[in-house]
């Protein structure tokens, strides 16, 4: 027999014979053993990560990062959450431009509204075009 069987067997006993109204209170004792027991488990078998650093770039790498110009950065910096100043420098987190790239797909930089397809034959200058047979 196990050492915690004696204890297990105990625990069994009072399950059966505790009256009615000591019941949840007996649940809730079990459901912390078990919490405490699931979290040894994981711990123990999980190595944990350290964080790591948040870096913060500067506007040159930023804007490689997210495929925009220094300038672009500068004139909107304040439409992107991870920007952070330092005394008079403008900042930006990595951590925060790959949590933007992950849930953005198209940079603000890069979306283009898309012009209609022009026909020969539309107005220019107030005037049809008009088409030439040779």
Do not use: C, K, W
Request: proline share 7%.
């Amino acid at each position: 027999m196990e050492p915690h069987s004696n204890d297990l067997q105990a625990l069994l006993t009072r399950a059966r014979e505790l009256p009615v109204d000591g019941l949840p209170r007996l649940l809730g004792d079990l459901r912390e053993v078990e919490a405490i027991a699931m979290a040894r488990l994981l711990t123990a078998t999980a190595p944990v990560a350290a964080p790591q650093a948040d870096q913060l770039l500067d506007a040159a790498e930023a804007g490689r990062r997210l495929g925009v110009g220094v300038d672009y950065l500068y004139h909107n910096h304040g439409r992107y959450p991870f920007t952070r100043r330092v005394g008079r420098r403008l900042l930006f987190s990595a951590e925060g431009i790959a949590s933007y790239i992950r849930g953005t797909t198209i940079p603000p930089s890069r979306r283009r509204r898309i012009s209609p397809v022009r026909n020969p034959a539309t107005r220019r200058n107030g005037q049809h075009e008009q088409t030439q047979s040779q």
